[in-house]
């Protein structure tokens, strides 16, 4: 390969799932800040047909080179020098050709390549790992993070959250044999300093107290929301909630290797910094985006597909350049935010849909918002919270998707960046939980969806109990399969209504990164 005067011939090599172009010099100087080493941008000029290509180092240390355009599977890999071996399906490369500003970003379903034009983000193609042992080395197997201690006794009696939920989730993946000693990993509780990240330290406190005692004053009740019916304290609160937040914590750290990681037990996005609010004590999915932002990581994307507006992740980041965070949830349902005209300082999207959403209609809004906005600020980490209770048949909402939808949602969203963390959140019907969350942690795994069920799980399911749901409404399919029938249909004019106002509300500038804003500008200086 010929070099231009100016160019030299430093090797590269793809780093953090493949996702970033890093000079060996650069790993070597940064081999102890893993998070430096993240990005998700290989940025690429208008390849003209056999001109060389300039590649430059993404830690901006002006190490470059020239390559020769794409013409074959591995020639990628080779043209560039790379380690490892980047292997692209053909339309893809053949669009990788042409296109201008490109993407590569390694999922779970393999490498899937984006192109923009003038803003505009498209997918160009997907190829996939089709076996575990095609994935490429530095692609990391997902993980699950989990507790023994959420077979406690939680809640009380006649609470919604008083169901089996993650034990449930635990087991049933453990009877499809999709649970492994090496991709569970025990969830640590939170220590109050790691707590005081986030949320005061007299709060921390008084819920600690409760917790050894049993017992709330009035002045406790009346400031920090906890001994009520909402948030009632019961043995073992300060641990359960502390373990939440230390598991989303580790969630996060062990994404950061280049991985999903999936902590079930996540996804409290309500807590406030001073107060419980709707069943939730402290917010770990703000915890997961704070442990990543301490790594290092400049741009993470927070998405929450709970029922509920997740107003207490929003309003936690609403003044930190580094985060975007954008909710899907039921208008009018409780805590009654989350407008479409709320977009926080710019930094926030909200999506409030209308009762019964189907899953064309999720879809809709999905490739017309969701992934062109996340898109756009180019996300080092997500983390994404995963409510069952947008499902179909749950007590406390009137959302009508199926698992399978919501399945490939998140296998979606978590191709957008190297490093994902996917919490599950609220959801108060037992069954449709426990299928949601094993199925979406058997996708991100890479296993099939069994059409039959195994004994073992078939009696999970049907050792399910719910106050909350009368026997008579339990439906045949949650005691006998995982998967959902697809609840397709018209995507209403509601839908089309709210992605033309999401759009018009967002601020479009402030959802793309800085770096990329001074960039376009020095281009069009230039
Ligand atoms: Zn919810």
Known sequence: MELEPGVDDTRFLLFAGGTRLVCMDCIDENVERPAQLMSAQVARRPAKAHRPLPVRCDLGCGARKLAQPLQSREIFAQELGLEQALLLCEPALELLNQAHDVTIDIATRGIVVHASDGGAARELGVSSFGSRSNRPHSWLAPLFVGH??????????????????VESVMDLCSALGWLGESEFRESPRASVDQLAWFHAPEYVQALKHASETGRVDFDVRRRYAIGTMENPVFPGVFERAATSVGGSILAAELALEGRVVFHPAGGTHHGRPDRASGFCYFNDPVFAALALLKAG????????????????????????????????????????????SDTGAGRACNLPVPARINDSEL???????????????????????????????????????????????????????????????????????????????????????????PADALAILRGLRCDLIDDED?????????????????????????????????????????????SRQAVATT
């Open 148 to 165: 023994a201690i959420y077979r406690q006794a939680a809640y009380g009696s006649n609470h919604p959250l008083a169901i089996p939920r």
């Open 297 to 340: 990581v400049e741009r993470v994307v927070y998405i929450d597909l709970d029922a509920h507006h997740g107003d207490g992740v929003q309003d936690a980041f609403v003044r930190d350049e580094r985060v975007r965070t954008l909710s899907l949830h039921e208008q009018g349902r409780w805590p009654y935010s989350g407008e479409v």
């Open 363 to 453: 879809r809709v809004l999905l490739e017309e918002v969701v992934l062109p906005l996340a898109r756009m600020a180019a996300p080092q980490a997500l983390v994404v919270t995963c409510g069952a209770d947008a499902l179909d048949g749950d007590p406390l909402s009137s959302m009508q998707l199926s698992n399978v939808a919501l399945w490939s949602a998140v296998e979606r969203l978590a191709a957008l960046a190297p490093a994902t963390v996917v919490l599950g959140g609220g959801g108060y019907n037992p069954w449709t939980l426990a299928r949601y969350w094993s199925g979406l942690w058997g996708r991100l795994s890479g296993r099939e969806i069994p059409r039959e069920l």
């Open 474 to 518: 339990i439906r045949p399919e949650w005691l006998a399969t995982l998967a959902d029938r697809p609840n397709r249909g018209a995507a209403r004019d509601e839908i089309r209504t709210l992605v033309n106002l999401a759009l018009a509300e967002v601020d479009q500038s402030a959802w793309t990164p800085l770096s990329d804003r001074a």
